[in-house]
């Protein structure tokens, strides 16, 4: 039977235990911080004025009612994220803090709410999405949304013909790296479902307001241990060659259109809750790249943001970096965002990646989530942080699915599983995956059994990434709870790790996305790393 690092505890000691938790590591939530001018509020939060969800439903259904030929269309922002968004790289939260800030602000225009700031949904408080995005146009099976591929295809067909001509050469050279090189190739990504993005209602989204909660192993992945783990990263952003942590941002990549090594935070609750929203059969705009056409996209995001301030002060407060150093925060800065229009439908002047290192671009704060305890008090310069130490496993099952368990064995001296500081970085296995572009939204399980022990579940892993395919490394902490017996520091533990299909709810028909296949992704690599 498989433990769980989180979730071995009934329904209601789960909520009274987070909310006892959340009520510990929170402060006031008051008014927004000196200097911000808009508060972005936590949407279970007594404190929120009733009006912001009135104001984003405006918004919206201004948005839904625009001309597909503006570049203010609902639909029409979606597209931005399939054009230029960038996953498994450095430029993974600084892009969705202008996508964001900039959808923000259109809102903002449509709405007439002047003091408007998007919700965002703590889903470590609320594993469940929030009974309000339920509500008419916050749902996207709500009849103001486009119904089926059809009417979306007639609607966009000759708009995006006439958008991709007012294309320049730079962002045809961004669309060429993401496959997307006409727009014959744009219509075959965006086809309906399961071949494409388009998820045609009642399945735009896939958890209903009957069954709203996240799945057991997406609990898990934004849970109190996994956000602790993930702020513990100590570094902004990894190596492209792998030879320290992915990062908190994730890892190095040569452009935006790369892929790298996810860290924690993209990884566990990033990748899960898009791939949760589908609910048992896998179906929702969230699993795909048109993701954004579903309002919580937003919330979801604004979330990861929070907790990149959250991540930012704690580093500053232990005397760390906030960004990256040197020559590479100077290839960072520099990277371009092509495609954001701003509130009248006119390309934005901030472009680049340097623009959006801080919240007081869009001039906002938060009111206070899960993960706040991690920021210490101010004080002198962490000593340097000891080299990271990587133990290889050897594969011993490859074939997610098969009859043996996908996985391997990684001998990990005891020293380095013994408990460590609360500064120190977090402890992850790092599983790499050769995937192909029909694994898109395929979900798994990833188990530890330290010792030859009961399977602990570590962590999921989500397919998220139309354009990818290849060696994909996911990062995943290792469970707070594993206990090792080693008889001395030096003696080898062995860690047995094995990725499995998530199992669909019972009851339930299995997605094709669960189910093994002759094309399953191979487990190609996994490495534990230790301080």
């Not at 190095?252 to 898009?274: F, T, Y």
């Not at 599983?431 to 579940?457: H, K």
């Amino acid at each position: 039977m498989t433990q769980s690092f989180y979730t071995t505890m009934t329904r209601r000691r789960f909520l009274s235990t987070s909310a006892a938790a959340l009520a510990a590591n929170a402060v006031s939530s008051g008014a927004p911080a000196q200097g911000a001018k808009f508060r972005r509020w936590e949407i279970s939060d007594p404190g929120m004025p009733p009006r912001i969800l009135d104001s984003y439903k405006k918004g919206i259904r201004e948005m839904l009612n625009r001309p597909a030929t503006d570049p203010r269309n609902w639909y029409r922002n979606a597209f931005i994220h399939i054009f230029d968004c960038p996953h498994q790289n450095w430029w993974f939260l600084a892009w969705h803090r202008a996508y964001i800030g900039w959808l923000e602000a259109t809102i903002r225009e449509f709405s007439g709410d002047t003091q408007f700031a998007l919700p965002y949904w703590d889903w470590t408080k609320t594993p469940r999405v929030p009974v309000a995005m339920f509500d008419d146009v916050l749902d996207p099976n709500n009849a103001a949304f486009i119904p089926t591929f059809q009417q979306f295809n007639a609607q966009f067909d000759a708009p995006v013909t006439a958008l991709w001509a007012t294309f320049s050469q730079e962002q045809k050279d961004v669309l060429a790296q993401r496959g997307l090189s006409s727009t014959a190739d744009f219509w075959s990504a965006v086809a309906a479902a399961p071949a494409g993005m388009f998820f045609e209602q009642p399945a735009a989204r896939g958890l209903s307001r009957v069954s709203p909660d996240l799945d057991r192993t997406t609990q898990g992945t934004v849970s109190l241990p996994t956000i602790r783990s993930a702020l513990r990263t100590a570094n902004f952003a990894g190596s492209e060659s792998g030879t320290d942590a992915a990062g908190f941002a994730s890892a190095k990549a040569s452009s935006h259109n790369d892929q790298s090594r996810e860290g924690i935070l993209e990884s566990q609750p990033h990748d899960n809750v898009h791939g949760a929203m589908g609910g048992p059969a896998g179906n929702a705009f969230m699993v795909s790249f048109l993701s954004p056409v579903d309002p919580i996209f937003f919330l979801h995001h604004g979330n990861l943001d929070r907790l990149w301030d959250v991540w930012t002060r704690r580093q500053a407060a232990l005397g760390r970096p906030t960004l990256p150093q040197g020559a590479d925060l100077t290839a960072w800065s520099s990277e371009q965002f092509l495609f954001f229009s701003d509130p009248n439908g006119q390309p934005v002047a901030k472009t680049s990646a340097g623009d959006y290192t801080a919240m007081s671009v869009f001039d906002y704060d938060y009111s206070p989530g899960s993960g706040e305890d991690q920021v210490p008090a101010a004080g002198p310069a962490v000593a340097a942080l000891p080299v990271t130490q990587a133990f290889s496993a050897q594969i011993t099952s490859a074939t997610i699915g098969a009859s043996a368990p996908a996985g391997g064995v990684v001998q990990v001296p005891a020293a380095a599983l013994a408990p460590s500081a609360p500064q120190a970085p977090p402890r992850v296995a790092e599983v790499t995956l050769n995937i192909g572009p029909t694994d898109q939204g395929r979900r798994f399980r990833v188990l530890v059994s330290p010792e030859g022990g009961a399977p602990i579940e570590a962590g999921g892993i989500t397919i998220f990434s139309h354009h990818v395919h290849g060696p994909t490394t996911f990062t995943v902490p290792l469970p707070e709870n594993l206990v090792v017996t080693a008889a001395a520091p030096a003696a080898n533990v062995p860690l047995d790790i094995r990725v499995v299909p998530l199992e669909p709810a019972p009851g339930a028909a299995p997605s094709t996305r669960f189910r093994a296949t002759a094309t399953s992704p191979q487990v190609a690599k996994i490495t534990v790393r230790t301080n």
